[in-house]
């Protein structure tokens, strides 16, 4: 479903990611580890088309990324929920799902399905988005991007400052997706949360590919992740 | 000499001013938010609508209603499109840059001035109003045989600037809808808050831009098209809006709509009354004092976010 193929990519002048490659398929849970720096969300950027590729292929269901103009990714099937939540803050919650909505051209049947799996949004749709708790916040950046109905989901470190309920929701939601066969890359801090839910991990060290291995490899190994990130 | 009939006078010169002000900063403040550009060019898309309102309407000629409405629709499509040429040949291609894009509006500035120069001259030529009566504001006065009404000498308006201020306010409202009421709207809201994330959500963030900047420089110069029967074009008249657009803006507050026109209220209404009852240069200098008042106790305008 998703191939990357030797793909390089930074910011003016400096160079980040180097000759990275991975594949993901429909209904597989793929987590990207590494130090903070490594490069994960240059990685996610990379494939949304918000940095051009200097080298590589990034092919998603046939079609090159790296090719197309960055504003029809979306249009892909590919939902984005960017480190840091990043929702259009002064934009109300109902405005945010809309965005995801006219992302993927789908209609008010979408929204109810989304606003089914977070009831809180739904009682919530005329608040700014930027009035939210923190957990709100997260449930409406993966509200938004799920509003596309993507095939591959992407999730730039979602738990990041959330308590233990709101991690154990966002998981939930990971794992429902799963069995709809979402594709889901997954950057994440928290080992523990994601070892139980991936299929397969991928260690990033100074934007280079350096492990890739099955989930089950790494819970059978855990001096691994030692070695690679050093907890 | 009565007070009460000349603040009358000067509210209703005021509100003339607010009104064409007011959708020209609106004008600026979009592109200001939307694209985070500054354009030093905007008075010269003014100019340039001023101008081409005379153009049109010399060409058509006939009753000056029909050359007028027809000015009105014309000149602002043809700088809105002389704009988004603008925005796809020298903007995109600087890429937004703060700082360069600032001096490239200024290269704009001078080109569309010296252009402008050359093929219409130096002169200022009149565009006649399409309906001009005018109305003698009568006052009251308490005289021994009880109340009296009589009619000030110069207490005066005209039907075309009572106009000139109902059609801007139902321009600002249309523009309030289509921001707030629309998926366009919507889409320029979106683009302005992030655009990385817009772009990642399908939004064609190039055409947000040249869209915006082409309805900027439109509504420039539909507002000088309104207050060319009043003042005349001439290829410098762009400077003074400019410099009060900016005013304008700071004082809102940067890429406030809202904060934008009441600040160009505020400014129109200061300067009509002061002009009446002293001098113009006065009106320019309060309100240079007034910004400078608003920077240093509210940075970032009356209705602008994040004030200390
Ligand atoms: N906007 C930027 N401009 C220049 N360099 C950047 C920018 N964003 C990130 N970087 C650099 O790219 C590298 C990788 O960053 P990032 O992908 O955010 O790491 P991670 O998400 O793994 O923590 C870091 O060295 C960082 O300093
Ligand atoms: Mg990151």
């Given at each position: 479903m998703l191939e990357l193929t030797s793909v390089s990519s930074g910011y003016a002048g400096a160079q980040v990611l180097r000759e990275v490659s991975l594949s993901l398929n429909a209904g597989e849970i793929v987590c990207i580890l590494g130090r903070n720096g490594a490069g994960k969300t240059t990685m996610m950027k990379t494939i949304m088309g918000l940095l051009k590729a200097s080298q590589g292929q990034i092919i998603f269901n046939g079609t090159d990324?790296?090719?197309?103009?960055?504003?029809k990714i979306a249009g892909c099937g590919i939902g984005y929920v960017p480190q840091g939540r990043r929702?259009?803050?002064?934009?109300t919650v109902a405005e945010n799902l809309e965005i995801g909505l006219m992302a993927g051209n789908k209609s008010s049947a979408t929204l109810d399905k989304v606003l089914g799996m977070f009831p809180r949004l739904a009682e919530r749709?005329?608040?700014?988005?930027?009035?939210?708790?923190g957990g709100e916040q997260q449930m409406l950046a993966t509200g938004r991007a799920l509003c596309l109905e993507p095939q591959l989901l992407l999730l730039d470190e979602?738990?990041?400052?959330?308590q233990p309920s709101m991690i154990a929701l966002i998981r939930d939601t990971v794992v429902a997706l799963k069995k709809q066969g979402v594709g889901i890359l997954l950057v994440e801090q928290r080992v523990d949360a994601v070892l139980s839910i991936a299929d397969k991990v991928m260690f990033l060290e100074n934007g280079m590919n350096r492990d890739v291995m099955s989930a089950d490899h790494l819970r059978d190994n855990p001096d691994l992740l030692k070695k690679y990130i050093g907890v | 000499m009565e007070l009460a009939p000349y603040l009358i006078l000067g509210s209703i010169e005021g509100l003339v001013t607010a009104a064409v002000l007011a959708l020209m900063a609106v004008g600026l403040s979009l592109v200001f938010g939307v694209?985070?550009?500054?354009?030093?060019?905007h008075g010269e898309f003014f100019m340039l609508g001023a101008v081409l309102a005379w153009f049109v309407a010399d060409m058509i000629g006939g009753h000056p209603a029909v050359s007028f409405v027809a000015a009105l629709f014309i000149a602002p499509v043809l700088v809105g499109s002389l704009a988004v040429v603008a925005d796809a040949t020298i903007l995109k291609r600087i890429k937004y840059d703060p700082e360069r894009t600032i001096v490239a509006t200024i290269g704009l500035l001078y080109i569309i001035q010296q252009v402008t120069l050359m093929t219409y001259g130096s002169n200022a030529r009149p565009v006649e109003p399409p309906f001009n009566q005018r109305i003698s504001i009568p006052w009251f006065e308490w005289t021994e045989s009880g109340l009296s009404m009589y009619w000030p000498w110069g207490l005066g308006t005209t039907t075309y600037k009572l106009a000139v201020i109902g059609f801007a306010v139902i321009l600002l409202l249309a523009i309030w809808v289509l921001m707030t009421r629309t998926r366009i709207g919507l889409i320029m809201r979106a683009t302005q808050l992030d655009r990385d994330v817009a772009q990642a959500y399908g939004i064609n963030v190039d055409r947000v831009y040249a869209l915006v900047f082409g309805l900027g420089a439109g509504l420039a110069a539909l507002a000088a098209v309104l207050i060319v029967p009043i003042q005349q074009a001439h290829y410098l008249m762009g400077h003074d809006p400019l410099l009060l657009s900016f005013i304008v803006v700071i004082i809102g507050g940067l890429g406030s709509l809202a904060g934008t026109v009441v600040a160009a209220v505020l400014i129109g209404l200061s300067d009509g009354l002061i002009s009446v009852f002293f001098t113009p240069t006065l009106a320019k200098i309060i309100a240079t004092l007034i910004v400078t008042f608003v920077l240093i106790f509210r940075p970032s305008g009356l209705l602008g976010k994040h004030n200390p």
């Open positions: 990324l790296t090719t197309i103009a960055p504003h929702l259009f803050s002064e934009l749709l005329d608040q700014r988005a930027n009035t939210l708790s979602p738990t990041e400052g959330l | 694209m985070r550009v500054v354009n030093v060019a």
